[in-house]
């Protein structure tokens, strides 16, 4: 890893901490950064209208929307803002209340210096909360904390409130929980270290402390991420001699700085969870390391495939395996478009985006993207039909409806042709899958069929001389196959004894087939001159003859 990557990683992520600042403000102040805020009354007023169950105003419909106004209402730093997502049913009304800011107090203290809240991708976004764990039904786990004997799950579940509306709240178990933790919570790292100044300072209701520890943890998790990833590279390389290999050496360089990245992310989070530093601020920093993560693993699996692929044609053009290289590239281009189709959705949904609703729009417009789109999916369609069929592949010299030439590309839309002209034409897939196309490279032999007319003066000794040695040439060349093959006097031509010689030739290449068709000929030659007779050519016989009265007639022939 060379020092201009480090300082450029580093200064992504001081520019994604400078956003995560901006990008916090609403959150901090209004609990509203990702659903977790007030509500217009427009939309209240409006659903009650419409008979429909009128949304939360704090976002708890989801576990993703009660977390996230958990997040800011923990940052307000007022307990009493964080009331409303606690389960307190079980605690008698009249000690609510206080009983309610002290476990807030407890959850904020448990979550700072022993706990981390479960990743954006994984807390659910349905109203019934993730239905596939092995929780009870109304129930998800929001975080985990540290324990003297292991792990444990935080969590919430969905209660009826009076009026009929459901929402998330944290239960009371969780509650329980962390106020034993709390008492026997040490002091965050973060804390013990820091000057008083920067503790007693806050932005966005967190220490000053804590971002500036956020910053150091982040550097220090990108170096040591670049050091465990050549250092493991290396290590592997001396006890697998494949990676010692060009080709495995090319791949390798190229994911070694994205991997690098994905693996900050990873450390990032356990070394802020280690070093105490605050929730608040991991929350605010968590969609873009999310994003990061994402994008990085996006970014590796690209290349990848661009790696592997590269090293994949490089081998079959050694080999002369052209066939396998149309595939080779539309199936790069394909895994490409869904690499960054899935890092598009996984960013978002990290940024707090549904997607559920932009895919019925989708669903909606789908008839008008369609006819729109009518002729891009009948390419698409037509290209697929011919890396399916693979009537031509990249490298064959064919003919496309008279059109003779070398396919040089066959792309995701159209497949280009190099014509005898040095010309290039471009043919939409979808004409290419219903055109007649005839492939000369797809051939295993060559056709040598002709016609040898000799002069009319040869005589049946002669002719069956020249029959004979005709035979024996043909038997005697191994470029030519044994059936079928024939020799034989096949008409009386207008001017011409013809005689008609068929087989096929093994060659290459058609270059290499027209060098046998020369030498053939050649010989042919020879032994029409041996066998006493010539060529034949095309001619007319005139008579003279005197007519009666003394003139003279002509008839041709």
């Keep these: 890893m060379t020092t201009n990557r480090i300082m450029r990683s580093l200064a992504v992520l001081c520019l ?17 950064l990702f659903g977790g805020g007030q509500s217009s009354q427009s ?14 105003p704090l976002g708890r419909d989801t576990p993703r929307g009660m977390v996230d106004g958990l997040i800011g209402a923990l940052a ?3 307990p009493a803002a ?8 079980q605690i008698p009304e009249a000690r609510r209340d206080w009983a309610g800011r002290r476990a807030a107090v407890a959850l904020q203290n448990v979550l700072d210096r022993r706990g981390a809240i479960l990743p954006g991708y994984r807390l659910s976004t349905a109203p019934a909360g993730n239905e596939t764990d092995r929780l009870p039904a109304d129930e998800d786990v929001f975080a985990t904390v540290r324990t003297d004997t292991g792990e444990e799950n935080l969590t919430a579940h969905r209660v009826t409130q009076p009026d009929g509306t459901q929402i998330w709240q944290i239960t009371p178990q969780t509650l329980t929980l962390v106020q034993s933790l709390s008492t026997t919570a040490d002091l965050a790292l973060v804390d013990r270290i820091a000057p008083q100044t920067l503790q007693d300072f806050r932005v966005l209701g967190v220490r000053a402390s804590h971002w500036i520890a956020s910053a150091v943890v982040a550097a220090l998790s990108l170096v040591l991420a670049f050091a465990l990833v050549a250092a493991g590279f290396g290590l592997l390389r001396s006890l697998w001699p494949l990676l010692r290999a060009q080709e495995t050496r090319h791949v390798v360089r190229r994911i070694l700085f994205p991997l690098a990245v994905l693996l900050a992310t990873m450390i990032f989070r356990a070394l802020a969870a280690l070093a105490g530093i605050s929730v608040v601020a991991r929350s605010l920093l968590a969609p873009f390391v999310e994003a990061a ?3 990085a693993l996006a970014w590796l699996i690209w290349r990848v495939v661009d790696a592997l692929s590269g090293v994949g044609l490089s081998r079959m053009n050694r080999r002369g395996r052209l066939g396998a290289i149309s595939v080779v590239t539309m199936v790069r281009r394909a895994l490409k478009i869904l690499i960054f189709v899935l890092a598009a959705a996984a960013i978002f949904s990290a940024f707090g985006v549904n997607l559920t609703g932009w895919l019925a729009a989708f669903g909606l417009g789908g008839l008008a993207f369609a006819l729109g789109a009518q002729k891009t999916i009948e390419q698409f369609v037509g290209s697929l039909t011919i890396i399916a069929d693979q009537p031509i592949r990249v490298g064959d010299f064919c003919q496309v409806d008279g059109l003779l030439g070398t396919v040089e590309d066959i792309g995701m839309r159209s497949t280009r042709i190099r014509t005898l002209d040095r010309t290039l034409v471009t043919i939409p897939n979808g004409m290419m899958s219903t055109a007649r196309i005839e492939n000369f490279a797809s051939r295993d032999r060559f056709l040598f069929k002709v016609i040898v007319g000799v002069t009319y003066d040869t005589d049946p000794a002669k002719m069956r001389t020249l029959l004979d040695r005709l035979r024996r040439m ?3 060349d191994g ?13 009386f031509g207008p001017s011409s004894l013809d005689i ?35 060529f034949a050519f095309p001619s007319q016989s005139v008579y003279l003859h005197r007519a009666e009265g003394g003139g003279t007639a002509q008839q041709t022939d």
């Design 16 to 32: 994604t901490l400078a956003l995560s600042l901006v990008a916090g403000q609403d959150r901090a102040d209004a609990q509203s």
């Design 43 to 56: 939309e209240t007023d409006s659903a009650a209208t419409a008979g429909e169950t009128p949304a939360d």
């Design 76 to 78: 307000s730093g007022d």
């Design 82 to 89: 964080v009331l409303p997502y606690l389960d307190l049913s």
């Design 293 to 295: 993560g994402w994008l």
């Design 474 to 476: 043909l038997d005697e």
């Design 479 to 491: 470029r030519l196959i044994d059936d079928p093959r024939r020799v034989r006097f096949v008409e």
């Design 500 to 534: 008609e010689i068929f087989t096929y030739a093994f060659a290459a290449d058609f270059s290499a087939f027209l060098e046998i068709k020369e030498d053939l000929n050649l010989k042919i030659m020879e032994i029409v001159a041996d066998a006493g007779t010539s």
